[in-house]
C-alpha cells in the first residue's frame, strides 16, 4: 500500500520539503509494533518496502516514506533525494541540523497516529540510518536539535551501514538532565557495518558506536560482517529479525 507524498515543515524551521510517496507495509498477525523504515541517498521507499515485507516479522507494521528531492552537496549540488543535505558520508561532514530535524520530525509525525499501546520505532541505511539514529538521540534528549520538544516515545532504533550526526555535541545533550540520561541507558540501538564498505567506511560505524556508548547509551548492538561492502545481505537482516524480536518483545519471530 502507498500514499502520495506530503509537505512537511521541519520541527521549527522555515523551509517546506515535499516529500515523496510513503509505502505501508500492514502486519500479517496481530499489530504490536510500527518501525519507519527510511531509505538511503538516492533511493525511494518502495525498494526498502519490498524487502521488509518478507521479513518474519508478522506483528510489525513497517512505513517507508520517500525522501524529499534536494540539491546535495556530496553531489555538487545536483538533485537528489535526501534526508539532509551532506557533504561527506560520514561523521566528520558538517551536520545540517535544519535537513536533519525536518526529516526527524517527518518520522515522528508518521508514527504519532500509531495507537497508543503500539511499540514505535525507527531504522534505516545509509543516510537513512543517520536520520534513524539522530532521531534515537533526539527522543533521548526530549529535542531536536533547533531545541523544540520531540513528541514520540521510541522503544528501538536501527542503523545498518550508516553513521550518527551530531556525535559531537551528544554528550552535552544527553548530560543535560537526568531524564536525558536515563532514555539513552534504556534506548535499544542496533548498528550493522560491513568491513568492505566503500561508500560509508567501516570505520565511521564503529565510531558512531562507540560515541553512542561512551555517551551514555548503555543497549547499543554492534555488528560487522567482513565482506559485506555498502548494501545488505540476508546474514544481517537475519540478526535484525532475531534483534527487533527480542528488543520489541515479540515473542518467536513466526509468531502471530
Given at each position: 500500500?502507498?500514499?502520495?507524498?506530503?509537505?512537511?515543515?521541519?520541527?521549527?524551521?522555515?523551509?517546506?520539503?515535499?516529500?515523496?510517496?510513503?509505502?505501508?507495509?500492514?502486519?500479517?498477525?496481530?499489530?504490536?509494533a510500527?518501525?519507519?523504515?527510511?531509505?538511503?541517498?538516492?533511493?525511494?521507499?518502495?525498494?526498502?518496502?519490498?524487502?521488509?515485507?518478507?521479513?518474519?516479522?508478522?506483528?510489525?507494521?513497517?512505513?517507508?516514506?520517500?525522501?524529499?528531492t534536494?540539491?546535495?552537496?556530496?553531489?555538487g549540488?545536483?538533485?537528489?533525494?535526501?534526508?539532509?543535505?551532506?557533504?561527506?558520508?560520514?561523521?566528520?561532514s558538517?551536520?545540517?541540523?535544519?535537513?536533519?530535524?525536518s526529516?526527524?520530525?517527518?518520522?515522528?509525525?508518521?508514527?504519532?497516529?500509531?495507537?497508543?499501546?503500539?511499540?514505535?520505532?525507527?531504522?534505516?541505511?545509509?543516510?537513512?540510518?543517520?536520520?534513524?539514529?539522530?532521531?534515537g538521540?533526539?527522543f533521548?534528549?526530549?529535542?531536536?536539535?533547533?531545541?523544540?520538544?520531540?513528541?514520540?516515545?521510541?522503544?528501538?532504533?536501527?542503523?545498518?551501514?550508516?553513521?550518527?550526526?551530531?556525535?559531537?555535541?551528544?554528550?552535552?545533550?544527553?548530560?543535560?538532565?537526568?531524564?536525558?540520561?536515563?532514555?539513552?541507558?534504556?534506548?535499544?540501538?542496533?548498528?550493522?557495518?560491513?568491513?568492505?564498505?566503500?561508500?560509508?567506511?567501516?570505520?565511521?560505524?564503529?565510531?558512531?558506536?562507540?560515541?553512542?556508548?561512551?555517551?551514555?547509551?548503555a543497549?547499543?548492538?554492534?555488528?560487522?560482517?567482513?565482506?559485506?561492502?555498502?548494501?545488505?545481505?540476508?546474514?544481517?537482516?537475519?540478526?535484525?529479525?532475531?534483534?527487533?524480536?527480542?528488543?520489541?518483545?515479540?515473542?518467536?519471530?513466526?509468531?502471530?
Amino acid at each position: 500500500m502507498s500514499f502520495g507524498g506530503a509537505s512537511s515543515v521541519a520541527a521549527g524551521g522555515k523551509r517546506p520539503f515535499e516529500y515523496g510517496r510513503t509505502h505501508v507495509v500492514r502486519p500479517k498477525g496481530a499489530h504490536k509494533a510500527t518501525i519507519v523504515w527510511l531509505h538511503g541517498l538516492g533511493d525511494n521507499g518502495a525498494s526498502w518496502s519490498q524487502l521488509l515485507e518478507t521479513l518474519p516479522l508478522p506483528n510489525i507494521k513497517w512505513i517507508c516514506p520517500t525522501a524529499p528531492t534536494r540539491p546535495v552537496a556530496i553531489f555538487g549540488g545536483f538533485p537528489s533525494t535526501a534526508w539532509f543535505d551532506v557533504a561527506d558520508l560520514s561523521e566528520d561532514s558538517p551536520d545540517d541540523v535544519e535537513g536533519l530535524d525536518s526529516s526527524a520530525a517527518h518520522v515522528a509525525n508518521l508514527l504519532s497516529t500509531e495507537p497508543a499501546d503500539i511499540k514505535l520505532g525507527v531504522g534505516g541505511f545509509s543516510m537513512g540510518a543517520a536520520t534513524a539514529l539522530y532521531s534515537g538521540t533526539c527522543f533521548a534528549h526530549g529535542k531536536y536539535g533547533n531545541g523544540n520538544p520531540y513528541p514520540v516515545n521510541l522503544s528501538v532504533a536501527v542503523g545498518l551501514s550508516g553513521w550518527l550526526p551530531c556525535a559531537r555535541s551528544l554528550k552535552n545533550k544527553i548530560e543535560s538532565s537526568q531524564e536525558a540520561a536515563q532514555k539513552a541507558s534504556s534506548l535499544p540501538l542496533m548498528l550493522c557495518h560491513g568491513k568492505a564498505d566503500d561508500v560509508v567506511l567501516y570505520k565511521h560505524g564503529e565510531r558512531s558506536a562507540d560515541a553512542l556508548k561512551s555517551t551514555g547509551f548503555a543497549n547499543v548492538e554492534f555488528k560487522s560482517y567482513s565482506r559485506l561492502g555498502h548494501y545488505t545481505v540476508p546474514e544481517e537482516m537475519d540478526e535484525v529479525v532475531k534483534w527487533l524480536t527480542a528488543s520489541l518483545e515479540l515473542g518467536s519471530s513466526s509468531s502471530t
